[in-house]
């Protein structure tokens, strides 16, 4: 028995390179390495006090066993109430299902309204683990590709022209990992009216960065008319209040998807942490100011990390309008030389970065766009101003 010897579904996958990446630049660290790593979209906050003060409580009062499997109803009346006040979205208890991180949500909303050879439009570029998910439902992954010049934005005309019989999800991510780029209200009104054209299509609309926006108010397109039944919006606590390692996400949709998503998660991962669910509902009930200060926080780190990119030549760089990446145009690189290897791709770019300039970025061949890189800017100013240096001068190398 060997590797061979796996399912033909894992020989669909590929690892991600996010986690590559990070893992590479912890193995030079423990080699005595200094490495400046912006690889990982992790906040570097530490949880709100208030929060870790609800789960502390939560374990006193022996709140450490089994939940139901869609989560407590106290932390589901949390989050209607967090749809309601921020967002204008009216849900029920039973259109909700809390999981383990948004990542198991978006997982499950795919695996259990995917079939094999399902088509799945997704723009990109793209956060890494779309179409790995989409493989791994039997479904066939559809690329959009949008640009710098596009903003990083998908049209209606684009949609439509992807929309065939086939065609069973689009997958929207705003504000969006890896580019930064938010959909306006008006952008996904017009997305709406293509989707409402076509009968059965779906969209599962990640919203896990909403609060990471630093161009206006965060709009949902599940609030745009029409489409809250063809919506699956999925959240969580993990960027915004700085709780990545917590893993609590939800999705609100109709009944009968949250019914179906609820019988998935049961059999393979029951109900989420039952002291993560105390946690999660405090951050959601509890004070706001903390989520103010870290979107502040990261907004100043954006306009200094762009501007101390656009100083480095042969890079094209647009301003993110949220989340916390940078992704920059990097082909101009494409065929030059340190002397003893060649970049092709931006995967090897990223790699060059790694091993010349120690810094720990990720290519964007991961993410559908071979032509771009991504650094991510949840560190500190400090590590901003040290790896932008070491970029550019691993870069002034290439010749």
């Not at 029920?92 to 990542?103: C, D, F, M, T, Y």
């Not at 989707?195 to 609060?211: K, M, Q």
Request: hydrophobic share 40%; net charge negative.
């Amino acid at each position: 028995m060997n590797e061979s010897s796996v399912s033909k579904r894992m020989t669909r996958l590929s690892p991600s390179m996010t986690f590559a990446m990070n893992a590479l630049s912890n193995e030079l660290k423990a080699k005595g390495i200094d490495v400046v790593n912006m690889s990982l979209g992790e906040p570097d906050f530490n949880t709100p006090a208030h929060v870790k003060a609800a789960a502390c409580q939560a374990i006193d009062g022996d709140y450490t066993h089994y939940t139901p499997v869609p989560g407590s109803l106290s932390l589901k009346e949390a989050i209607i109430g967090k749809l309601q006040g921020e967002n204008g979205l009216t849900y029920g208890p039973a259109e909700i299902l809390v999981s383990n991180g948004a990542k198991q949500s978006l997982c499950n909303a795919v695996m259990a309204l995917v079939d094999e050879g399902d088509e799945v439009i997704i723009p990109a570029p793209y956060w890494v683990s779309y179409p790995q998910m989409v493989l791994l439902a039997g479904g066939v992954p559809v690329h959009i590709d949008t640009g710098i010049d596009r903003g990083f934005k998908m049209t209606p005309e684009q949609l439509e022209e992807a929309i065939t019989p086939r065609t069973r999800m689009l997958i929207l991510c705003s504000p969006s990992n890896p580019s930064g780029a938010v959909y306006s209200q008006e952008e996904l009104e017009a997305l709406s009216e293509t989707i409402l054209r076509h009968e059965g299509l779906l969209v599962l609309s990640d919203e896990i960065y909403e609060h990471l926006n630093y161009v206006g108010a965060h709009a949902s397109i599940a609030a745009c008319k029409g489409m809250r039944e063809r919506t699956i919006l999925v959240n969580g606590v993990s960027k915004a209040y700085a709780m990545t390692g917590w893993r609590i996400g939800f999705l609100a949709a109709p009944k009968w998807i949250v019914s179906a998503c609820s019988m998935l998660q049961g059999q393979y991962t029951s109900g989420p942490c039952s002291v993560s669910q105390k946690a999660a509902e405090a951050a959601w009930r509890g004070p706001q100011a903390c989520v103010e200060q870290m979107r502040q926080a990261f907004e100043r780190r954006r306009d200094l990390l762009v501007k101390l990119m656009r100083e480095i030549p042969g890079l094209e760089v647009a301003v993110p309008e949220g989340a916390f990446y940078l992704f920059p145009k990097c082909s101009s690189y494409f065929g030059k030389t340190d002397g003893t290897r060649v970049i092709r791709t931006s995967t090897d770019l990223a790699m060059y970065l790694l091993e010349v300039g120690h810094v720990a970025t990720v290519g964007g061949d991961a993410f559908g766009a071979p032509a771009y890189f991504r650094l991510s800017y949840a560190t500190s100013e400090e590590n901003i101003v040290e790896g932008t240096k070491r970029i550019a001068e691993a870069l002034a190398l290439l010749k």
